[in-house]
Nanobody
């Protein structure tokens, strides 16, 4: 199983980026795929998830990104996207995607995910 995150970069405040998480080696549609981020000196935190079909194919966001970030998935392409608009310096972090089959109450927990991709750096300058 491989997850590959891409799309990070350097943008100014207010800019946009679209991250991609491409998966291989698993039946993609049966997994919940989640974006986490980790800023320097901070713990990894939940950003957004797109749950698997068995959990209703729902989307969830952490409060700080609601209205700015949009998660989507294309099961035919085994890819999940994170469209990030109105970026702020506080969004600066390494963004990683993870796949797993957590229950809904655990979707934001790092420990709930079995498969992880390498992160992609997002830097937002002020």
């Amino acid at each position: 199983v491989q997850l590959q995150a891409s799309g990070g970069g350097l943008v100014h405040t207010g800019g946009s980026l679209r991250l991609s998480c491409a998966a291989s080696g698993l039946t993609f549609s049966t997994y919940t795929v989640t974006w986490f981020r980790q800023a320097p000196g901070k713990e990894r935190e939940f950003v957004s998830t797109f749950t698997r079909r068995e959990n209703g194919a729902r989307t969830y966001y952490t409060d700080s990104v609601k209205g700015r970030f949009t998660i989507s998935r294309d099961n035919a392409r085994n890819t999940v996207y994170l469209q990030m608009n109105s970026l702020k310096p506080d969004d600066t972090a390494v963004y990683s995607c993870a796949a797993g089959v957590p229950v809904l109450s655990a979707i934001s927990r790092v420990s709930a995910y079995r498969y992880w991709g390498r992160g992609t750096q997002v830097t937002v300058s002020s």
